[in-house]
């Protein structure tokens, strides 16, 4: 199992997440340029810590990068700033041995908690999530939650960009490598037909440090997310390549009829009945199932 966590300027906070990870294979911080001295820090609190520096800017690329790197058959995500317990990790990794492909995490559901948020915020994630339920026939209740856990042979799947994107100008930010990645993934790993089961999770604010509440373009990046990946969805190309049965000498036929020759796989729809591994020292029995996905391949 490989832990991977974005840090830009968390000195302060990484030591902390880094003591208190329970037993990993492997663990891999993606530096994104720190000022400060994040990865000196990483390797004291933890000599054998793999340090990638990340080659663009953003989460979304940092997050590549540590995926790029990990070498275990699951990944899990988690920030560097305290906001969520390591202590978690065994739950997700239950999830993923219990059949699911990807767990994500959940600071809404049952056993879970997001204790930084604003009331405002509770009401926009629920607005949002409503809309991308009814969008994309799935039952999300959180968007933006980057505590995640994955098999990494299906992280391709999610066909986020890569460390080094060509043709890309020197500076400039592909799609997915800023802070809309969090919901650019919970999307993919439902239209890309992966099971998915949400976790219940405890969000906490920041240990040390400030972050500036930045309400209304947190808003605009999940609309903006939502909106592109809905029109995305029905431009995708068939990932089964069509091929023309052709007869022993008979000549090529044209691209019309190379197209409808053989006619295309159905679409195979699959739902899973997996439970939601909820919060600790709840006794209330499961109420929910796997968030299902649309399986287009």
Not at 74 to 92: H, K, L, Q
Not at 133 to 146: K, V, Y
Not at 198 to 215: F, K, N
Not at 231 to 240: G, L, M, S
Request: aromatic share 6%; hydrophobic share 40%; with cysteine.
């Amino acid at each position: 199992m490989t832990v991977v966590i974005p840090a830009l300027n968390e000195e302060d906070n990484l030591p902390l997440v880094l003591e208190n990870l329970p037993a990993v294979d492997e663990v891999v911080v993606v530096d994104g340029r720190s000022d400060d001295d994040t990865v000196a820090v990483a390797r004291e609190v933890r000599p054998d810590v793999v340090v990638v520096r990340q080659t663009r800017s953003g989460k979304g690329n940092a997050l590549a990068c540590g995926f790029a790197a990990a070498t275990g058959d699951i990944v899990v995500t988690v920030n560097a700033d305290g906001s969520a317990d390591p202590g978690e990790i065994p739950r997700f990794v239950d999830a993923l041995l219990s059949g699911a492909e990807a767990a994500h995490g959940s600071r809404f559901r049952y056993g879970g908690d997001h204790r930084d948020a604003l009331p405002g915020e509770r009401l926009g994630h629920a607005a949002l999530s409503r809309v991308v339920n009814l969008l994309f026939r799935t039952r999300f209740t959180d968007l933006s939650c980057g505590y995640n856990a994955y098999w990494r042979e299906l992280l391709p799947v999610l066909d986020l960009p890569g460390p080094e994107v060509p043709g890309l100008r020197r500076g400039r930010r592909a799609w997915g490598d800023g802070p809309e990645i969090e919901t650019l993934i919970t999307v993919r790993m439902a239209t890309r037909g992966l099971r998915v089961v949400e976790v219940a999770t405890v969000g906490y604010p920041r240990i040390h440090g400030d972050r500036p509440r930045q309400l209304w373009p947190a808003a605009y990046r999940i609309v903006r997310t939502i909106v592109t990946e809905y029109a995305r969805r029905w431009r995708r190309a068939p990932a089964f390549p069509v091929r023309q049965a052709v007869a022993p000498g008979a000549a090529e036929a044209g691209r019309h009829s190379r197209r409808h020759a053989v006619p295309p796989p159905p679409r195979v729809r699959r739902r899973s009945h997996l439970r939601v591994i909820r919060g600790e020292g709840h006794d209330e029995p499961p109420r929910y199932g796997a968030v299902p996905g649309e399986n287009y391949r």
